[in-house]
């Protein structure tokens, strides 16, 4: 199961990157970052997935002494916790700016944004 979801998120990355890398709208290049992100949350989570383990908590079912023999490592469930808020404010302001720039340049093409180029 942990092999499907680590494929999964490893075809999302592929997907996102693709998607920004061929885009030419800024907003279609802001939702494949976010399909990317996504994947990259799925791989950590299939990556700190242990078969037969039950979730980090002590109480009198299991003790302490078999605790590290059974359970799982809660470090890669809070990186993609933080890693989802972080996501959710760098998508945010992706939108932000493309909000001012369509503003201001009323297009969202980056092939007509060319005022910074070499």
Known sequence: MAYMAMATGFL???IGFYG???QRNLLRMIVAFTIADSGVNLVIIAVGYMSGRTAPILDSTLKA???VARIID???QALVLTAIVI???VTALML???YK???RKRTLDIAQLT???W
């Open 65 to 67: 002494a078999d605790a």
């Open 20 to 22: 920004a890398l061929t």
């Open 101 to 103: 720039l369509f503003e």
């Open 115 to 117: 005022e910074l180029k």
């Open 74 to 76: 809660p470090v890669p």
């Open 87 to 89: 996501g959710v404010g």
């Open 96 to 98: 932000a700016y493309a």
């Open 12 to 14: 999302l990355i592929l």
